[in-house]
């Protein structure tokens, strides 16, 4: 299993350790001490590695555009040197997946270079991923037949171009057709990792025996190991941002990037992209929910909550447009509230519009607002 990279660098130190590092690993090498020209060996070849060590951040960031709008390498691992940390937080916000600080020494290298190879290998024996370009109609906490584009799947995971980021740890619901396929799927999988751009892992959560079927024959005529695949597992996100050339550095690096984590999180709540307008807290309840009019209970776990609505997880959704009655009990106090199924997804749950018709049910919703507020974050 060879791994390829490219090395931009116009320092002849730093570029006779790395050569010598990367030749080590058995990584083989292609060499570009002028940028420009990396970026058009990037448009017209995939790496597996990318190191770049230019004289300027604003040179860095230029190749980082590059490589993430290349169809090629636009989720090839990366390496940046770095003179110090006051660029780490900006690198990582870029996609940048591992940091070497000058100057180059062959054990610092070594270290890093090393680990990133573990990851990229790892990626290729686990993921037996096959690349696609088919569209998605997909529905999420406050949002409905939305489109999205795959890239790749696995059969754990996939890989999916939102063109624009979703709330941080989002449970997305998907409706598609692969390629040669006449079957529709239909499953539910969870946000772990997002990049810049809009493009996102997804970890499967709810996959349907006839789905799974389908996505398991697909696989088993088209699935490579593709060579940029994304990880689906929160793990494989994480390791990929680690900062392994040593103890003090990998220490500093992940208070960095739990500072980047927060903020991306703080600004993606901030975001208008809730057509409700409205605060939604992430939380799973337990509830009951009643067709009006009926005494057959159904259990559900209550999740997504804000003041005008909630989304509820049951395999038996109602169908779009049944009002309904919920139940939710906490130790402190029991609401029943009356709603509208507003959107409907057989297998996984429903969203439902709250009816408040009164002072006490608007209260009563707020003080359940209340008690999840303190004990989760909004979303």
Request: aromatic share 6%.
């Amino acid at each position: 299993m060879t791994l390829s990279s490219l090395l931009v660098c116009a320092d002849k130190a730093a570029v006779e350790v790395l050569r010598q590092v990367l030749e080590e690993l058995g990584i083989r090498v292609e060499l570009c001490a002028d940028p420009v020209r990396a970026a058009v060996r990037l448009a017209q070849e995939h790496y597996d590695l990318i190191i770049l060590d230019c004289e300027t951040q604003a040179g860095v960031v230029v190749l980082l555009h590059e490589s993430k709008s290349s169809r090629l390498n636009d989720s090839t691992l990366t390496v940046v040197v770095v003179a110090g940390q006051e660029s780490i937080r900006e690198m990582f916000s870029l996609g940048v997946n591992f940091v070497l600080y000058k100057p180059v020494s062959h054990e610092r290298a070594l270290s890093t270079l090393r680990a990133a190879q573990t990851v990229l290998h790892r990626d290729k024996r686990r993921k037996a991923r096959a690349v696609l370009h088919t569209h998605a109609t997909i529905d999420y906490a406050g949002v409905e037949r939305a489109k999205a584009t795959l890239v790749n799947l696995a059969q754990d995971g996939m890989g999916v171009n939102f063109g624009k980021k979703l709330p941080p740890t989002c449970k997305v619901y998907f409706q598609f057709q692969l390629p040669g396929q006449m079957a529709n799927v239909r499953l539910s999988g969870q946000v772990v990792w997002q990049d810049w751009n809009g493009r996102a892992g997804i970890q499967f959560v709810d996959v349907p025996q006839g789905s799974r079927r389908v996505l398991q024959e697909w696989l088993n005529l088209n699935a490579a190991e593709a060579p940029k695949g994304e990880p689906a597992s929160e793990a494989a996100s994480e390791e990929r941002s680690g900062h392994p050339s040593g103890g003090s550095d990998r220490q500093v690096e992940k208070q960095e990037a739990n500072g980047r984590d927060g903020e991306a999180g703080s600004r993606l709540r901030s975001e208008p992209n809730n057509r409700r307008g409205q605060t939604r807290y992430a939380c799973r309840l337990g509830a009951e929910v009643y067709q009006r009019g009926s005494s057959v209970r159904n259990y559900c776990h209550l999740s997504d909550l804000s003041p005008g609505g909630c989304y509820l997880e049951m395999p038996l959704a109602f169908p779009a447009g049944t009002p309904v009655e919920i139940t939710v009990r906490t130790q402190d106090m029991k609401l029943r509230v009356s709603g509208e199924v507003k959107a409907s997804h057989p297998g996984y749950g429903m969203g439902i519009l709250f009816k408040l018709n009164t002072k006490d049910e608007r209260h009563g919703v707020q003080q359940l607002i209340d008690f999840v507020a303190a004990t989760t974050e909004s979303s």
